[in-house]
């Protein structure tokens, strides 16, 4: 069975850091791209980052440049994306997402989501 499973999630402080991880079963990470997106309640989902498979290129909201960055592991099947000096703006739960190859242009081209992360950042 073909599944992606996000860890990481949790309560912290503005201005503090979490890592997100999202793991592949089923299959390894080497030939797609790995999409992070984020829904808050009420709110639409939101592209947060996502990672090339054919050449690491990344890409990140504005809402976040500077304060995520997203990365490969030396594990093939997990991918990470830390997160720095966070806000409370960023609370949501953050879902990854695979698509062969290539950052797909819409959220509905990826083919395989994970379930979600809860994070939340209040004081």
């Known amino acids: 069975q073909l599944q992606l499973v996000e860890s990481g999630g949790g309560l912290v402080q503005p201005g503090g850091s979490l890592r997100l991880s999202c793991t592949a079963s089923g299959f390894t990470l080497d030939y797609y791209a790995i999409g992070w997106f984020r829904q808050a309640p009420g709110k639409a989902r939101e592209g947060v980052s996502c990672i090339s498979s054919l050449d690491g290129s990344t890409s990140y909201a504005d809402s976040v440049k500077g304060r995520f960055t997203f990365s490969r592991g030396n594990a093939k099947n997990t991918v990470y994306l830390q997160m720095n000096r966070l806000k409370p703006e960023d609370s949501a739960v953050y879902f990854c997402?695979?698509?062969?190859?290539?950052?797909?242009?819409?959220?509905?081209?990826?083919?395989?989501w994970g379930q979600g992360t809860q994070v939340t950042v209040s004081s």
């Open positions: 997402a695979a698509h062969a190859y290539l950052c797909p242009e819409t959220p509905d081209e990826y083919d395989y």
